[in-house]
DNA sequence: CGCCTCCTTGAGTAGCTTCAAATTATGTGG
DNA sequence: CCACATAATTTGAAGCTACTCAAGGAGGCG
């Protein structure tokens, strides 16, 4: 059994939740820069990330770096949206050792068929991750680069908080500087310096696997960073 | 009685759209630069884009430009996203003179409920947006400005065609040379330079409202095009 | 015609990239 | 646990892309 994690799938109540997790008994893992599903294949599964960090890349031809797209939290649904498109525009990567649970399209199918709450429910966690694209369109075409990675770095602080329940001065952060820069559209190179101005400004540091929050107002202000767009089930924002 | 248009809703059959089109009974208006519904809006109410251009704003700060996050065309729905959302974190902003068909979200539940089928497409419909999505945060992330604005165009193009049914050298094109900046992430002075480029290079020009073509394959090329993307209903692409 | 908006062009510069090398972390086998 | 190999980060210097500021031109409309 498939305890419920939190973050996104909050969306869900108990109900749902028990009606969704006996679908998922089949757990997987995989390491490191694996491919869980490459761009093209056709699905027949989605997945529920539970623990690690997962992105969504659209490689780039063979010399360059791919671009991340998306990063999916623990509590997230992978590639939700594999259920209705079959097949992806992207690669589903996994960033850290990931721990999923599986569900397949056809138990999916049955369960929507006969709640349409519930599928409801389903679309709108997609819809979540639109949002969140439109967030990424705006911060990478019209931020700096010191307030982007900020920005970003708020994100990952809001979504981790999410998916842990309780926010922390310290997270564990497991992203290298590389996968920052195909996020965030900048150099690696950039990323460092960025990362440096960012701890000089006494807002947070980067190092040993952990993500260091030194000054939450001062990194959100720098970032320009409004939760809102994350559309977080429990918030009482103005969403 | 609304008639079917061409492009997005063909991911509709004619059933669906039967059954789909008595509930937009209601048409609307709008001129250019009006502001169809702002951010946080309690919406009751979805609409789909009969003609014209509508765009998803994300405003920034009085003082700058606000930042263009997706584009909708004729055949598509402006704010589908809205009914499981019911609060957009986006403007949604008339770019030329609109008309649009209106369907009340009350109504919409009523129907999906009884039809899983059509309840999925408008899923997919959705999805379609964020896959769109994902691809602006690569091209703005990951390209120049010439690939930029090329790929721009092309995706352009290539809705426009399929919102018309029937590919042409010549499209309309109202679009200002600060709104192709908005939704590039470019300064309006950079668009100008760069389109005078595209047209130096025989690949299209624009200029009293239309868009010529030159070279299809050329701007395709220079903009590395591939529409698989756009998940266009009749296209026998990869995806 | 005069006004306003949009587009174009030029000159100077900031921000980020590229390339390359040095330094520090991370991991592995003995 | 150390020595080594590899990967990741940091720093420097030089160059290019796109931005800013500013002025001039073209077109549309009352």
Same mark, same amino acid.
């Given at each position: 059994m498939t305890s419920k994690p939190s973050g996104?799938?909050?969306? /869900?109540?108990a109900e749902q939740w028990g009606k969704l997790?006996?679908?998922?008994?089949h757990h997987g893992h995989f390491a490191p820069g694996d491919i869980v599903s490459h761009r093209g294949d056709l699905l027949d599964h989605s997945l529920l990330l539970l623990d690690g960090l997962v992105a969504r890349k659209v490689p780039r031809g063979q010399r360059a770096r791919s671009t991340v797209v998306a990063l999916q939290f623990p509590g997230?649904?992978?590639?939700?949206?594999?259920?209705? /498109?079959?097949?992806?525009d992207h690669d589903v990567v996994s960033l850290t050792g990931t721990s999923v649970a599986r569900i397949a399209h056809d138990d999916l199918h049955h369960l929507l068929n006969g709640d349409v709450e519930l599928a409801r429910k389903l679309w709108l966690m997609t819809l979540v991750d639109a949002s969140i694209h439109r967030h990424w369109v705006m911060r990478n075409s019209a931020m700096r680069a010191l307030a982007r990675v900020a920005n970003f770095l708020c994100e990952y602080d809001a979504r981790m908080t999410a998916a842990y329940a309780g926010e922390r001065d310290s997270l564990p952060f497991s992203l290298r500087q590389s996968d920052i820069a195909d996020a965030t559209g900048l150099t690696s190179v950039h990323v460092s310096r960025t990362l440096r101005d960012l701890r000089e400004h006494g807002c947070c540091s980067v190092s040993g696997g952990q993500l260091a929050i030194h000054d939450r107002a001062g990194l959100h202000k720098m970032g320009m960073?409004?939760?809102?767009?994350?559309?977080?089930?429990q918030s009482g924002t103005a969403l």
């Amino acid at each position: 059994m498939t305890s419920k994690p939190s973050g996104m799938v909050d969306h /869900l109540n108990a109900e749902q939740w028990g009606k969704l997790s006996p679908l998922m008994m089949h757990h997987g893992h995989f390491a490191p820069g694996d491919i869980v599903s490459h761009r093209g294949d056709l699905l027949d599964h989605s997945l529920l990330l539970l623990d690690g960090l997962v992105a969504r890349k659209v490689p780039r031809g063979q010399r360059a770096r791919s671009t991340v797209v998306a990063l999916q939290f623990p509590g997230e649904f992978v590639d939700l949206h594999a259920f209705p /498109l079959k097949k992806l525009d992207h690669d589903v990567v996994s960033l850290t050792g990931t721990s999923v649970a599986r569900i397949a399209h056809d138990d999916l199918h049955h369960l929507l068929n006969g709640d349409v709450e519930l599928a409801r429910k389903l679309w709108l966690m997609t819809l979540v991750d639109a949002s969140i694209h439109r967030h990424w369109v705006m911060r990478n075409s019209a931020m700096r680069a010191l307030a982007r990675v900020a920005n970003f770095l708020c994100e990952y602080d809001a979504r981790m908080t999410a998916a842990y329940a309780g926010e922390r001065d310290s997270l564990p952060f497991s992203l290298r500087q590389s996968d920052i820069a195909d996020a965030t559209g900048l150099t690696s190179v950039h990323v460092s310096r960025t990362l440096r101005d960012l701890r000089e400004h006494g807002c947070c540091s980067v190092s040993g696997g952990q993500l260091a929050i030194h000054d939450r107002a001062g990194l959100h202000k720098m970032g320009m960073f409004d939760a809102a767009y994350l559309y977080m089930p429990q918030s009482g924002t103005a969403l």
